[in-house]
């Protein structure tokens, strides 16, 4: 195939691609309320762009990503509300409320022209790379599986369709490396690996360990090939200083000391651990096996199998190449092993890129073979097809069959595997179809249950913002409907773990997302007994009177 026709299909199937995975993500945009640090990465992006001396969340991120994120809400101008006691305060999760909530642009047109704007952007960057680099390792066949691969992939279409670091933080990760992939290296790869080094690290601060990695990487690389030439010190010294202006940009040219500051404080909090699931095990420092169950799970099948099997292929011939595909992604998977923050499978995202230009390659593998390795490719293709089509638009609660599809992934993990808060507006499309009654509700978010129209008692909400409810009084209640989150009812974030675990043994009259449960305890004596000594034991008596559930 000449140069023309490569470009011309390379150009098609990378704008088909695209398309799928915007429209796939836009779908999932509109289904989902403000996840739980949302507001905080929205408002804190905007905080940049409004010319705060620091961003709001200079001490947890880096401002790039969220910034980036924000950008469209430059042109919509929201209050900034800088003279609030809560920014004054930085009390993070009160001003992203504030900001969300009290402004005088809509909530859902701040958050989701944002959201928007970081899936197109994100998928722009991450789509182009791998097909690319997929391209060049394996053909028009892997080309065209990696479109494929790439716009059916839940966690990179839901992580890319939220406002936070994650995908800014997978993107530039990502991108350095491909970049470094290219042979012979000419002196604007080492610029652009350079600049994408640089606006990694100031989009998250895991990605310190990305210089490190490239100099791990190019003498390994090296010696891979005797290479007899000097070291790079050139190439190498214009990258660094690229990275450095582009850090330095980032923080818009003034003191990088908050850039030190936030990272010293981001790696003091993660070593302290946070609340861990799976299945049905509660831990602060979490487990070896966590990731790779969480990649096993929240990974489509067809996915991890040709993604091992392009894996095995490149490790019985391996090459230079390979190596740059290869090595960045073990090396990221086996930081995060040593991590006790273990809350979602986005701290692995960075590796999912390269999973898909493996699994691409495997199943070009396949589609030269012919016969029934072509049958076997095909039918992988289908099933990813299927599976993607089945749990649209609720990619964040996305889970393949090992974990029993999505309506088992609350037994395996929980938090933003599953349960970020998203769910709200699929609860209120249900609550409207019973004719909206009040409902008691154990809720796991930032999100604000009544901006959509949910009158509810609150009762266990796990939340940074106090959320008081608006339900009529308990007693004018018809029906007593009893909505937990997913992440609650594993009873993540409680002292006693197992509070909702009765729970578990009753089926739900409908499940929201995949991420809410509700129950109808109307007519379940012992149900409705259970939760009173729940809620007296937990120092609410007055409402389980009020509910009926116990007599004073």
């Avoid at 990503?65 to 209050?79: H, I, M, N, S, T």
């Avoid at 602060?284 to 199998?305: Q, R, S």
Wanted: include cysteine; hydrophobic fraction near 50%; aromatic fraction near 16%.
């Amino acid at each position: 195939m000449d140069k023309t026709r490569e470009r011309a299909l390379f150009a098609g199937v990378f704008i088909a691609s695209w398309a799928v995975f915007i429209a796939l993500g836009a779908g999932f945009i509109r289904s989902a309320a403000p996840t739980y640090d949302e507001p905080v990465h929205l408002a804190s992006g905007y905080s940049v762009w409004a010319g705060a001396l620091e961003s709001l969340n200079y001490k947890n991120h880096p401002p790039f990503g969220e910034a980036w994120d924000a950008l469209p809400l430059v042109f919509l101008k929201p209050l900034t509300f800088f003279s609030s006691p809560d920014w004054m305060a930085r009390r993070l999760y009160h001003y992203g409320d504030l900001f969300l909530y009290k402004n005088i642009v809509p909530a859902n047109r701040l958050m989701n022209d944002a959201r928007l704007w970081s899936l197109i952007s994100w998928g722009a960057l991450l789509g182009f790379a791998i097909l690319e680099w997929s391209f060049r390792l394996g053909g028009t066949e892997a080309l065209v599986f990696a479109g494929l691969l790439f716009a059916l992939c839940p966690p990179l279409i839901s992580n890319a369709a939220l406002v936070t670091t994650d995908a800014p933080a997978a993107a530039f990760y990502f991108l350095t490396f491909w970049v470094l992939s290219f042979s012979p290296r000419r002196f604007w790869h080492w610029i652009l690996a350079g600049a994408c080094a640089g606006f990694g690290l100031a989009s998250k601060f895991s990605l310190v360990a990305v210089p490190p990695l490239v100099l791990i990487g190019v003498l390994t690389e090296m010696r891979i090939r005797c290479d007899e030439k000097k070291f790079p010190s050139a190439g190498l010294s214009v990258m660094a200083a690229t990275a450095f202006f582009s850090l330095w940009a980032a923080y818009r040219f003034g003191d990088l000391g908050q850039y030190w500051t936030g990272l010293y404080a981001t790696f003091s909090r993660l070593n302290n651990g946070r609340p861990t699931f799976l299945l049905g095990a509660f831990s602060m420092t979490g487990w070896w096996l966590y990731f790779p169950a969480a990649l096993l799970v929240k990974t489509p099948l067809p996915e991890l199998v040709m993604g091992a099997l392009g894996t095995v292929l490149w490790l019985r011939r391996p090459s230079v190449n390979r190596f740059w595909v290869l090595m960045p992604a073990a090396a990221y998977f086996c930081a995060a092993e040593f991590s006790k923050t273990q809350i979602g499978c986005r701290y692995i995202l960075p590796v999912y890129p390269f999973l898909l230009v493996a699994a691409a390659y495997g199943a070009a593998w396949l589609w030269r073979r012919a016969g029934a390795f072509r049958w076997a490719a095909a039918g992988l293709c289908a099933w990813l097809v299927f599976g993607a089509a089945r749990v649209y638009p609720f990619y964040l609660s996305y889970f393949n069959e090992i974990a029993g599809g999505s309506a088992g992934g609350y037994r395996w993990l929980a938090d933003s595997n599953l349960d970020w808060g998203q769910a709200l507006p699929a609860l209120a499309g249900y609550l409207r179809s019973r004719g909206n009654p009040p409902i008691v509700f154990s809720y796991f978010g930032s999100a604000d249950p009544a901006h959509y129209g949910i009158r509810y008692v609150p009762f266990g909400i796990v939340s940074n913002v106090e959320r008081l409810g608006d339900a009529p009084p308990p007693l004018r209640m018809k029906a007593l409907l009893l909505a937990v989150s997913a992440t609650n009812l594993d009873g993540v974030y409680y002292r006693d773990h197992a509070v909702f675990s009765w729970l578990k043994r009753k089926t739900p009259v409908f499940v929201a997302g995949h991420a809410i449960f509700v129950y109808d305890l109307s007519g379940d004596a012992s149900a409705r007994a259970r939760l009173g000594r729940i809620l007296s034991g937990n120092g609410d008596g007055r409402l389980a009177e009020a509910l009926g559930l116990i007599h004073g």
